[in-house]
């Protein structure tokens, strides 16, 4: 895919708190619906976003277990709160506080999953920005990406189990600090 | 890259196949249904403009009802860090956002004082349960003592009770005897009358012999006199037996007194014993086992309290 050869310029965009940055993907995490929140902040058209899998605006500064853990909690039916740095097709990236929830239909069944992200605070980014290094730090021993995962995950399980939080109260101890 | 369906305008007349689009995208939001969007209308100003707004609304609508559900699940099940996100809310969403953010403060601030109480009362359990364990202790070792000392002085009373008969017993005796005492002496008393009248006689009769009775008129006056001081002792000896028998009446009224005092003790000390042992005639309890009873009851009611 093309996207995968963005560089990152390290130039940050931001949006507004009034705003949210919304998609939908189907179970398999397919791209169904983009919103122009979304389509701007990413640099994309809608055609280059629909049908896409959702990791088209992954920023390589992103832990492999970040997303291990996100799939995860989606498929114990949960909500997922993450904060995540997107890679825009033009190489700036953006910070958001992403909230992910599966898509019901009547019967329960699970139809897709919806993400609205929300602008973070800067003492949110920072703090992430620091947590992902480590997580990195601990990913980039291993060539597997497996490895690379398992490794991560357990330096993120370890640094919980430090501080005695759980992911959702060490996610919800960052937003006190101003994510809206 | 396959050509995504949302991509595709409707074919045909452009503005009815639009409207429809529109409607059945709104419809199907009016019955819940949030996950259908607004496709690609037209290129218009107007259409892009429509399907932009119609699909903001939709996606605040979505995340708010979501935030809603998820917010609120989070509140119930004690979650209280999840906040209700508010960010990208407007107006009315936000107002709702926030009374929805202050319900949660509130359940939070129930929550903590539910927890702060159950764990006072748990800290009163055991500030309850180490107080009465002690006092049922120190009641049991009363109890103990008290029953030890009822039965001593119950011990004491009988003695003093026996005592004082036996008392009581040797003051009538006493009595009796100085009443016979005091017959004796009457009888003596009458013989020295008799005598004192006889040796007048015998004096009269000594006088008239003359010089013949004057012998016999120095034995009569010796017998007069002989019978005028026992007359005089007999005297003193009734005075004393009255002095004895007053004493002795005083006496038994004292020990009278004594004794009754000492069965009122008795029955006082009975009852002690009774309220420390307990009394199997009328079923009653003993301090000492109200004190196990205590105890137990207590303990059933921590048990249920700790719960």
């Known amino acids: ?180 | 890259m396959t050509h995504h369906p949302a991509l595709s305008a409707p074919a045909g007349n452009g503005d009815d196949e639009a409207m429809y689009a529109i409607a059945d995208v709104c419809r199907r939001a009016a019955g819940g249904d949030f996950e259908a969007r607004v496709p690609r209308l037209g290129d218009s100003d107007a259409f892009v403009e429509a399907r932009s707004a119609i699909n903001e609304l939709l996606d605040r609508t979505d995340a708010f009802v979501r935030e809603a559900g998820a917010a609120s699940a989070a509140g119930a099940a004690g979650n209280f860090y999840r906040r209700f996100l508010s960010g990208g809310m407007g107006g009315a969403y936000r107002r709702a956002a926030e009374e929805i953010g202050r319900s949660g403060d509130a359940m939070s601030r129930n929550a903590d004082e539910i927890a702060a109480a159950a764990e006072s009362r748990l800290t009163f359990a055991d500030e309850l349960e180490s107080a009465v364990l002690a006092l049922s202790e120190r009641i049991a070792t009363s109890a103990g003592e008290m029953g030890r000392s009822a039965n001593g002085l119950a011990g004491f009373a009988r003695a003093a009770v026996t005592d004082a008969e036996r008392g009581l017993g040797t003051v009538n005796d006493l009595r009796r005897s100085s009443g016979q005492i005091r017959k004796a002496v009457d009888l003596i008393n009458r013989v020295a009358m008799q005598t004192q009248l006889l040796s007048l006689n015998a004096s009269i009769e000594a006088a008239r012999a003359g010089a013949a009775g004057r012998g016999f008129s120095v034995v009569a006056n010796e017998v007069k006199t002989l019978a005028n001081e026992t007359g005089e002792s007999s005297g003193e000896i009734i005075d004393q037996v009255d002095a004895v028998q007053a004493a002795s009446e005083d006496a038994v009224r004292v020990l009278r007194a004594v004794t009754d005092r000492i069965r009122e003790m008795s029955t006082l000390i009975d009852g002690i014993a009774a309220a420390v042992d307990g009394d199997t005639a009328h079923e009653t309890t003993g301090l000492s086992e109200l004190a196990t009873v205590l105890r137990t009851e207590v303990e059933r009611f921590l048990t249920a309290a700790r719960a």
């Open chain 1, 1 to 180: 895919m093309k996207n995968t050869r963005v560089r990152p310029t390290g130039r940050e965009r931001t949006f507004s708190e009034d705003e949210l940055i919304v998609t939908k993907t189907d179970p398999r995490g397919s791209i169904t619906y983009a919103n122009d929140v979304f389509l701007r902040m990413s640099a994309l058209h809608e055609e280059d976003a629909l049908g896409q899998p959702h990791n088209l605006i992954r920023h390589p500064d992103m832990p492999r277990a970040v997303f291990k853990l996100l799939w995860d909690t989606l498929k114990d039916r949960r909500e997922m709160f993450a904060y995540v740095v997107n890679l825009a097709a033009d190489g700036a990236h953006y910070w958001v506080f992403a909230h992910v929830t599966p898509s019901y239909d009547d019967t329960g069944r699970v139809v897709g999953y919806h993400s609205n992200r929300r602008v973070p605070s800067r003492s949110a980014v920072t703090a992430a920005d620091d947590l992902y290094r480590v997580l990195r730090a601990a990913e980039s021993r291993h060539d597997r990406p497996q490895d690379a995962v398992a490794a991560g995950h357990a330096a993120l399980q370890q640094i919980l189990a430090e501080r005695n939080r759980t992911y959702d109260e060490l996610v919800w101890d960052l937003s006190a600090g101003g994510a809206r």
